[in-house]
C-alpha cells in the first residue's frame, strides 16, 4: 500500500503566478482535504473533497480551488500566488464509510514544499 | 469555536526520561482528540486518538495520552524517551459543530531528545 502520494514533492513559483498540486489517497480512501502548513505552525484546513464535491471549506480565499477526480485522486489549484502562500501543502485521505471523517481522523502525505519568490 | 493550546513550543529531555507534551483543547461541545508526530520532511502520522471510549489512550511508539474533561487536557506522555523520538508533534480536536468535522491542529511542540 503506498499510502497518501502527493507530488511535486517540492516547487518554487514567482509571485502571480498558479501552481497545481496533485494527490492520490490512499488505496480505499474516498474523501480527500487538504491543508496549508506554514513554518514553525499547525496545519490549517483548506477543504474537503468527496464524491467529486467540496463538502467542507476553511478561511481561505477564492485563490484557492480544488477537484476531485472519479479515482477519488484530487488537485489543490492557487491563483496569482502570493509570498505568504509559501508553504507545506498535506493532502491527508480518509474512509467516509469508517466514521474516521466524522472523527476528523485521516492518514496524511509528505506534502509539496511550495516556494514564492 | 475550538481550539488547540499546546504549552511549550520546544520540550528537551535526555534519552530514558520521561516525556510530557502538554495539550489543553476548548470546546462547546464533546471532542475527538488526537495527537500526529511529523518527523522532518515528512507528512503526519497518527499516534493515538480519543473518541469517548476509554479516557487513557494508548498509541504507537510507547506514547499514551489521557482525557481530562474537567481540566480540558490531553497531554501526551512517553515513560522513556528515545533518541528516534525527536519530532514535531501536534494535537488536534474535532468538535461535530454543525456538520462540520474538520480537526483543528495546535502550533506543534518540538521534542527535543539529548543523549
Known amino acids: 500500500d503506498a499510502g497518501v502520494t502527493q507530488s511535486p514533492t517540492h516547487l518554487i513559483k514567482t509571485r502571480g503566478q498558479q501552481v497545481t498540486l496533485r494527490c492520490s489517497p490512499k488505496s480505499g480512501h474516498d474523501t480527500v482535504s487538504w491543508y496549508q502548513q506554514a513554518l514553525g505552525q499547525g496545519p490549517q484546513f483548506i477543504f474537503q473533497y468527496y464524491e467529486e464535491e467540496e463538502r467542507q471549506r476553511g478561511n481561505f480565499p477564492d485563490r484557492f480551488s480544488g477537484h476531485q477526480f472519479p479515482n477519488y485522486s484530487s488537485e489543490l489549484n492557487v491563483n496569482a500566488l502570493l509570498l505568504g502562500d509559501s508553504a507545506l501543502y498535506l493532502c491527508?485521505?480518509?474512509?467516509?464509510?469508517?466514521?474516521?471523517?466524522?472523527?476528523?481522523?485521516?492518514?496524511f502525505g509528505q506534502g509539496t514544499r511550495l516556494t514564492v519568490v | 469555536a475550538q481550539s488547540v493550546t499546546q504549552l511549550g513550543s520546544h520540550v528537551s529531555v535526555s534519552e530514558g526520561a520521561l516525556v510530557l507534551l502538554r495539550c489543553n483543547y476548548s470546546?462547546?461541545?464533546?471532542?475527538?482528540l488526537f495527537w500526529y508526530v511529523q518527523y522532518p520532511n515528512q507528512g503526519l502520522q497518527l499516534l493515538l486518538k480519543y473518541t469517548s471510549a476509554a479516557t487513557l489512550v494508548k498509541g504507537i511508539n510507547g506514547f499514551e495520552a489521557e482525557f481530562k474533561k474537567s481540566e480540558t487536557s490531553f497531554h501526551l506522555t512517553k515513560p522513556s524517551a528515545h533518541m528516534s523520538d525527536a519530532a514535531e508533534y501536534f494535537c488536534a480536536v474535532t468538535s461535530v459543530l454543525g456538520g462540520s468535522y474538520i480537526p483543528t491542529f495546535g502550533r506543534g511542540t518540538s521534542l527535543i531528545v539529548h543523549p
Open positions: 491527508a485521505s480518509s474512509a467516509a464509510g469508517t466514521g474516521a471523517v466524522m472523527r476528523g481522523e485521516a492518514f
Open positions: 470546546s462547546s461541545v464533546p471532542p475527538y
